[in-house]
């Protein structure tokens, strides 16, 4: 199995930054791609950005194209996720995710083995 944890989550102003981490336990960190998603209030759950086993291949939606930027550094079996100019759209819980078989894509935001809990982000002035 594999634990992973969120932090980094809270409240920032528009067009502020902020950097989530997924600090992962338990299982070989490398047989996982790395997924985020975000679920804001009255919403569904929606998949964000992700990074693939070895972190050479990288996805992100479009609404957070150019904002938002994924890293995983399997030394510290960490990922991350650096946010900046953040909009009052971004307000959501963000949670990190593992995948051991994404198929034949390097990453995905189906097939998910194991959830966080989640970290809370609120952008509000």
């Known amino acids: 199995q594999l634990q992973v944890v969120e932090s980094g989550g809270g409240l920032v102003q528009p067009g502020g930054s902020l950097r989530l981490s997924c600090a992962a336990s338990g299982d070989s960190f490398t047989e996982y791609a790395i997924s985020w998603f975000r679920q804001a209030p009255g919403k569904e759950r929606e998949g964000v950005s992700c990074?693939?086993?070895?972190?050479?291949?990288?996805h992100y939606i479009g609404p957070v194209k150019g904002r938002f930027t994924i890293s995983r550094d399997n030394a510290k079996n960490t990922v991350y996720l650096q946010m900046n100019d953040l909009e009052p759209e971004d307000t959501a819980v963000y949670f990190c995710a593992a995948v051991r078989r994404p198929g034949i894509a390097p990453c995905t935001y189906s097939r998910v083995d194991y959830w966080g809990k989640g970290t809370l982000v609120t952008v509000s002035a």
């Open positions: 990074v693939s086993k070895n972190g050479e291949r990288v």
